[in-house]
């Protein structure tokens, strides 16, 4: 059993259908206790930083997630639920986010033929492409495990950290190869 965070950030609908793909039962969910008892959680994101970190608090989710994130279980974040995880974002003028990663979150410089948010497909590590959409990026860090380059600069696409997984594209919205990796942490 796989639970999906419901904290009024997410891209729920497509997250849930990707998991049915691969057979494997969800629960989508707003309540910390069956976050805490989760064997699986799945931390998926669209939109702001600062208002997802308000939800987050409103419904008492952010020591849940914390915990999901870093007592060994497997954790998937996608999208802005990787964005959040790092310490600081500078979306919305500035927000602390939650920590878990020590990284800052930050806005693609406007450069001329590249257009922000990046939408689209894009390469982690040079190789297999998977679906973008974001106007701010994690820095590279000792926790990337996967980069991706837009806009003139090379940024974090994916974290591995043990159990503890995190991408800045939609697995859930790239096909074959999103399955694939889906597949993959369900396994770990």
Not at 85 to 94: N, P, T
Not at 147 to 170: D, I, N, P
Request: proline share 5%; charged share 20%.
């Amino acid at each position: 059993m796989t639970v999906i965070v419901d904290y009024r950030a997410g891209n729920l609908t497509s997250v849930k259908l990707a998991f049915a793909a691969l057979g494997e039962p969800v629960e989508v969910t707003n309540d910390p206790g069956k976050v805490r008892a989760a064997p699986r959680v799945v931390f998926p994101g669209v939109g702001a930083a600062r208002s997802a970190m308000d939800n987050l608090r409103e419904l008492g989710l952010v020591e849940a997630v914390k915990d999901a994130a870093t007592d060994g279980r497997p954790f998937l974040g996608i999208c802005l639920g990787m964005q959040i995880l790092f310490a600081h974002s500078e979306e919305d003028g500035g927000v602390d986010t939650l920590g878990v990663l020590s990284g800052q979150v930050r806005k693609f410089p406007s450069v001329p033929g590249c257009k922000v948010p990046e939408i689209g497909w894009n390469q982690v590590n040079g190789d297999a492409e998977y679906y973008f959409v974001h106007s701010y990026y994690a820095e590279l860090g000792p926790w990337t495990f996967g980069k991706t380059e837009y806009a003139g600069v090379e940024f974090t696409s994916m974290v591995k950290q043990g159990r503890l997984w995190a991408c800045q594209f939609h697995p859930e919205k790239s096909g074959r190869v999103g399955l694939e990796l889906l597949k993959g942490w369900l396994a770990c």
